[in-house]
Nanobody, 120 residues
């Protein structure tokens, strides 16, 4: 079994910054792509950023230039540095990871979510 645990959410004023962390633990053989998503009330979950095991990253247009994804492969952890936050960034933020528990089995796991609230 694999668990992803997010931390770092909270309340921040517009223009401020937050850093989210997501640590994977459990029966892990390897992790390939890790990513961050968010879901605001009444909206669909949207992809924000992904990063491969080799460090190649991809961003949605809504966060490009403001958010930075990174990972620590030794600690099975992915980070999301969020700068210049806007009220419209308010949402529950989720991390996910493509995890191999054996060389033959790969599944996608999700964290439980962490609330980010940006006040105007």
């Amino acid at each position: 079994q694999v668990q992803l645990v997010e931390s770092g959410g909270g309340l921040v004023q517009a223009g401020g910054s937050l850093r989210l962390s997501c640590a994977a633990s459990g029966s892990i053989f390897s992790i390939d792509t890790m990513g961050w998503y968010r879901q605001a009330p009444g909206k669909q979950r949207e992809m924000l950023a992904t990063v491969t095991g080799g460090g190649n990253s991809n961003y949605s247009d809504s966060v490009k230039g403001r958010f930075t994804i990174s990972r620590d492969n030794a600690k099975n952890t992915v980070f999301l540095q969020m700068n210049s936050l806007k009220p419209e960034d308010t949402a529950v933020y989720y991390c996910n990871a493509g995890v191999r528990t054996t060389i033959w089995r790969r599944d996608v796991y999700w964290g439980q979510g962490t609330q980010v609230t940006v006040s105007s």
